[in-house]
């Protein structure tokens, strides 16, 4: 999927997510804020300046976010994580907001309470997406703006020191090995970083990037 259609996920299927930054001190702190603006490669979110977060987002400049959508069970549902950089843009697309959130009027009725408002752009940074309701689990990065890829081929990787003894490929909880050739190759897109496969090679051949 392209990097939209994530974002899109994120507004319509799930909408309030947990962000996360740092306190004065430098401790974690978390909040549930709407998306409530997305395009091809940002998403919009607003809060008073008021706010402790306010400060955070204007002196740190970088968040991390998480949502899941709704379902049954965990195992039918999406989840999203991404984190990276943002900025404020002031009033620029407060109206936008309010036109696409109209729940947000009931919050703040008159233009003179929007007073304290502030627009931010998350602009640039990486994304995981899991889609818990496939068999096998489905994981996939994406990125936001110029942010630079830096680990196209996963975080596991099996070297030539493979033999080809299958031992990985029985405990791999999401049978994401192909073994048709050696050394074996991790199927990236299923594969859950968990590192079990790491931990139980005889030969050391699958390495940590």
């Known amino acids: 999927m392209e990097t939209k259609q994530y974002l899109k996920i994120l507004k319509d299927e799930m909408h309030s997510v947990v962000f996360a930054t740092t306190d004065k001190y430098g401790l974690p702190v978390t909040r549930v804020i709407d998306i409530m603006l997305i395009d091809d490669n940002s998403l919009y979110f607003i809060t008073a300046k008021g706010k402790n977060f306010y400060s955070q987002l204007?002196?740190?400049?970088?968040?991390?976010?998480?949502?899941?959508?709704?379902?049954?069970?965990?195992?039918?549902?999406?989840?999203?994580?991404?984190?990276?950089?943002?900025?404020?843009?002031?009033?620029?697309?407060?109206?936008?907001?309010?036109?696409?959130?109209p729940y947000m009027a009931e919050i703040y009725p008159q233009k003179e309470s929007r007073i304290v408002l502030e627009v931010f752009r998350f602009y640039e940074g990486e994304g995981e997406f899991f889609n818990l309701s496939a068999k096998p689990i489905i994981r996939e990065s994406f990125y936001l703006g110029k942010y630079v890829?830096?680990?196209?081929?996963?975080?596991?990787?099996?070297?030539?020191k493979c033999v080809g003894c299958k031992r990985c490929v029985s405990k791999c909880p999401q049978n994401c090995i192909d073994i048709s050739c050696i050394p074996f190759k991790i199927k990236q897109k299923n594969c859950l970083n968990c590192g079990n496969c790491k931990e139980v090679c005889y030969f050391s051949a699958i390495k940590k990037r």
Do not use: H, P, W
Request: net charge positive; proline share 0%.
């Open 58 to 101: 204007i002196d740190n400049k970088f968040v991390a976010l998480s949502g899941m959508t709704d379902g049954k069970d965990s195992m039918s549902k999406k989840a999203i994580s991404i984190r990276g950089s943002v900025e404020c843009i002031g009033k620029n697309k407060l109206d936008e907001v309010f036109k696409e959130n």
């Open 149 to 160: 890829q830096k680990n196209k081929q996963g975080l596991y990787y099996i070297t030539n």
